[in-house]
Every structure is written in structure tokens, then in C-alpha cells.
T-cell receptor, first 115, second 109 residues
Framework: DAGVIQSPRHEVTEMGQEVTLRCKPI?????LFWYRQTMMRGLELLIY????????DSGMPEDRFSAKMPNASFSTLKIQPSEPRDSAVYFC?????????????FGPGTRLLVL | SQQGEEDPQALSIQEGENATMNCSYK?????LQWYRQNSGRGLVHLIL?????REKHSGRLRVTLDTSKKSSSLLITASRAADTASYFC?????????FGTGTRLQVFP
């Protein structure tokens, strides 16, 4: 199994530009999570999907952030326009929801730097 | 913030010693999980303990859970240099994990 795949692994962009992060979950998993990790705020859950449906987006910081999951094998997290304070490592994770004891499998992350 | 707290924030030990990390959480949980993160990598699941369990073992790992105190501990016995990483606890709140702030463990050979 290839595990959770994220792209790009690194992204450097200028303030105001649109950034799109991509994630391919583990085949067969039905839940997908987007996290952001910074030194100051630690690991924050941004949004998660069950069966491709967004369930909780209360962690999405602002309207500049949006996430989609058009099918079971692909999700995007978009930031438009990007700002320097968005610089962080963004992780995607997936799990197989089966009634409470799910463990999450994390991708390698996308390291985003907004100048 | 619902985020849990971990203690200590950083821990340095010699190979062969035991490492103990503590975690406190704020909400009711279905289970508590521990994850490990090597520098520059994603998190990897280590062990899960259910809310009706008090102690669980897996290899060199021992986890305890006290739901009355909303706290958990992770013990790594006979540590190795390869155990150097950050360790995070995460409480399962319905169907999402709430992660703690993490403990950075450094094991010197």
C-alpha cells in the first residue's frame, strides 16, 4: 500500500497567490482529515470528510480556505489569497470509519511557505 | 481551545533509560491514541486505549488512562536512539481526534 499521498511536498509562493494542496487517501478509507501544524499552534484539525461529505469545517481559519473531496480517492485544500501567516505544514490523513476505534494514517505533509 | 496538554514539553534521556510522557485532555473521549512524529515526517499511530480500559501494553510501550482525571501516560521502556521523535496524545471526540501539544523526546546513544 502506498499510504496517504500528498502533493506538492514543498510549496513556496508569494502573498496573494492561490495555493492548492492535494491528497490521495489510502484506498478503501472513508474518512479524510486536513490538519495544519505550526510551532505556535501545534496540530490543528481544519476539516474532515466522511464518505466524501464535509462533516466539520469549524477549524477552517477563514473564508480564504476551502476544501473539496470530489471522490473517494482525491481531496484538495485551497488557500486564496494566501498570506504569510498561512505558512505551515499541512497534513492529510485518512481512516476507515468503523464505529469508534479508528486510527488515522498521515501523509508526509506539504510544507508551505508564503513570502 | 480543546487541545490537550502534554508534559514535559521536552525530555532528554540516555539509551536504555525509560521515558514517561503525560497527557491531559479536556473533553470526554471514546478512546485515547498516541502518535509519533519523526522530524519532517507525518504522524504514525502507536497505540490506542479505550475509555473503559486502564492500561495497555504493546512491545516496549505501556499506556495508562485515567478518565476521572482526564489524563494518560505513555511509558517507553529501554529506550533507543531511534525512539528520538515527538510524541502526541490524541483524544477521540465522537469521530475526530483532538491532539495534544506533544513531547519532544531525545534519546542519546
Amino acid at each position: 500500500d502506498a499510504g496517504v499521498i500528498q502533493s506538492p511536498r514543498h510549496e513556496v509562493t508569494e502573498m496573494g497567490q492561490e495555493v492548492t494542496l492535494r491528497c490521495k487517501p489510502i484506498s478503501g478509507h472513508n474518512s479524510l482529515f486536513w490538519y495544519r501544524q505550526t510551532m505556535m499552534r501545534g496540530l490543528e484539525l481544519l476539516i474532515y470528510f466522511n464518505n466524501n461529505v464535509p462533516i466539520d469545517d469549524s477549524g477552517m481559519p477563514e473564508d480564504r480556505f476551502s476544501a473539496k473531496m470530489p471522490n473517494a480517492s482525491f481531496s484538495t485544500l485551497k488557500i486564496q489569497p494566501s498570506e504569510p501567516r498561512d505558512s505551515a505544514v499541512y497534513f492529510c490523513a485518512s481512516s476507515l470509519r468503523r464505529g469508534g476505534d479508528e486510527t488515522q494514517y498521515f501523509g508526509p505533509g506539504t510544507r508551505l511557505l508564503v513570502l | 481551545s480543546q487541545q490537550g496538554e502534554e508534559d514535559p514539553q521536552a525530555l532528554s534521556i540516555q539509551e536504555g533509560e525509560n521515558a514517561t510522557m503525560n497527557c491531559s485532555y479536556k473533553t470526554s473521549i471514546n478512546n485515547l491514541q498516541w502518535y509519533r512524529q519523526n522530524s519532517g515526517r507525518g504522524l504514525v499511530h502507536l497505540i490506542l486505549i479505550r475509555s473503559n480500559e486502564r492500561e495497555k501494553h504493546s512491545g516496549r510501550l505501556r499506556v495508562t488512562l485515567d478518565t476521572s482525571k482526564k489524563s494518560s501516560s505513555l511509558l517507553i521502556t529501554a529506550s533507543r536512539a531511534a525512539d528520538t521523535a515527538s510524541y502526541f496524545c490524541a483524544g477521540m471526540d465522537t469521530d475526530k481526534l483532538i491532539f495534544g501539544t506533544g513531547t519532544r523526546l531525545q534519546v542519546f546513544p
